[in-house]
């Protein structure tokens, strides 16, 4: 059964961790461009019935249950860095992430990175005191002749004055 995309959105607005969803009029203009909308990181298919756009109510109930099983993932990965339990690789957690490399990882602040203030910083595995960097490695191409490529590439090491933890990149 479809129900009115302007339904759905509501629905979906009223979820626990939605902040940042788009007005109606964003929605109807994706509707109309691609024949989907988005809600949170899950992508359904919209259909226009006379002069409303429609999603299927289960496409929909399918988004809801994918974001909620989303969210607790989120939620055991903020209790677990809370309790100073990493995971490997890049993992969300509430209001940001962190990537392991080694003996640190990379604490990264959403909310900071939105304001243009930074991307995070470098913590100890450790004793989890911010870590101290050396930047000795050559610039990439891209850095060098355009912009910025996101890696930090002239990284050369990572270390802590604390416990005297070293990792060279």
Known sequence: MNIPLSDAVDRFKRELGVSAA???????????????????????????????WMVAEADLEDAL?????????VDRMTADYDSRILHPGTVQIGGGGYTVKGDFHFLSDDMARARLRSNGFWRCNTCWDPAATERNGEECHRCRDWSS?????????????????SETV
Not at 149 to 165: A, H, M, N, P, V
Request: charged share 30%; proline share 0%.
């Open 65 to 73: 249950m994918k974001h909620r099983e989303q969210r607790a993932h």
């Open 22 to 52: 788009g007005g109606q009029d964003w929605y109807r203009k994706c509707a109309t461009r691609h024949g989907t909308v988005w809600l949170g990181d899950h992508r359904i298919a919209a259909v226009k019935q006379g002069r409303r």
């Open 149 to 165: 490529c996101g890696k930090d590439c002239t990284l050369s090491r990572i270390y802590c004055s604390t416990c005297e933890t």
